[in-house]
C-alpha cells in the first residue's frame, strides 16, 4: 500500500544551522508529494508541493526535490530560524480527491 | 476570511462518554476532510464530504463514530461511546476543488485534542 515514512525526531538544532528532514514514501504510480507544518498553537499549514519526478517545491527559504528513483522528497533549509520551531509532516496524494497520506512527524526544535 | 475552525480545542471525557466535535469550514469550500492524529503517529485520513455527501470515510475506524455534513455547511463528528484509543487530534479540512492544483488546496484546522481517561 501507499505510505510515507519520515526520520524520527525531535531535531534539535542551533540558529542557523543547516536542516534535512528525510522523507521517503512507497507508492505505485506519480504521486503528488508535499510538505505541511504546524507551528504551535495553529493548524497545518501547506509549506511546499511537487508534482511529479524531478520538480522541486520551495517556499521560506525550505525546498525538497521530488527524486523518483530514491522515492524521496527531503526537506532542506540552509540556516533555520528558532521561528522554524514547528512540526513538519510529509505526506502523498494519488488522486485528485483531498486524500493525503501522511508520515508521523518531525518535530523541530530551534534554539537561539 | 476566516479560516478552518474547529471546537472544543480540547476536551477530556472518561470512557464511555460520548463527545462531538465541529468543524466549520471556510465559506464557499464544498469539501470537508477528517483526519485523526493518534499519540504522535502520521495523520490518518478519516472521511470526506462533497457538501452534504459522504464521499469517502473508509478510514472510520468503527461504527462508535458518526459523522454528519446536515446543509453541506458545519459538520460534526460523534464518538460514542468513546474508547481509551480514540485519544488524539483530529483534524478538519476544506478545500474548493478536488485538493490539486491552486484552487484545490487543503485549508487545515487547528485540530481538536481529545483526552479519553
Known amino acids: 500500500g501507499n505510505s510515507v515514512t519520515q526520520m524520527e525526531g525531535p531535531v534539535t538544532l542551533s540558529e542557523e544551522a543547516f536542516l534535512t528532514i528525510n522523507c521517503t514514501y512507497t507508492?505505485?504510480?506519480?504521486?503528488?508529494l508535499f510538505w505541511y507544518v504546524q507551528y504551535p498553537g495553529e493548524g497545518l499549514q501547506l509549506l511546499l508541493k511537487a508534482t511529479k519526478a524531478d520538480d522541486k517545491g520551495s517556499n521560506k527559504g525550505f525546498e525538497a526535490t521530488y527524486r523518483k528513483e530514491t522515492t524521496s522528497f527531503h526537506l532542506e533549509k540552509g540556516s533555520v530560524q528558532v521561528s522554524d520551531s514547528a512540526v513538519y509532516f510529509c505526506?502523498?496524494?494519488?488522486?485528485?480527491?483531498?486524500?493525503?497520506?501522511f508520515g508521523q512527524g518531525t518535530t523541530l526544535q530551534v534554539k537561539p | 476570511e476566516a479560516g478552518v475552525t474547529q471546537f472544543p480545542s480540547h476536551s477530556v471525557i472518561e470512557k464511555g462518554q460520548t463527545v462531538t466535535l465541529r468543524c466549520d469550514p471556510i465559506s464557499g469550500h464544498d469539501n470537508l476532510y477528517w483526519y485523526r492524529r493518534v499519540m504522535g503517529k502520521e495523520i490518518k485520513f478519516l472521511l470526506h464530504?462533497?457538501?452534504?455527501?459522504?464521499?469517502?470515510e473508509s478510514g472510520m475506524p468503527n461504527n462508535r463514530f458518526l459523522a454528519e455534513r446536515t446543509g453541506g455547511t458545519y459538520s460534526t463528528l460523534k464518538v460514542q461511546p468513546a474508547e481509551l484509543e480514540d485519544s488524539g487530534v483530529y483534524f478538519c479540512?476544506?478545500?474548493?476543488?478536488?485538493?490539486?492544483?491552486?484552487?484545490?488546496?487543503?485549508?487545515f484546522g487547528e485540530g481538536s485534542r481529545l483526552t479519553v481517561l
Open positions: 479540512a476544506s478545500s474548493q476543488a478536488g485538493g490539486t492544483g491552486a484552487t484545490g488546496e487543503l485549508f
Open positions: 505526506a502523498l496524494k494519488k488522486d485528485n480527491t483531498g486524500k493525503l497520506i
Open positions: 507508492a505505485t504510480g506519480y504521486p503528488s
Open positions: 464530504f462533497v457538501k452534504e455527501s459522504k464521499q469517502d
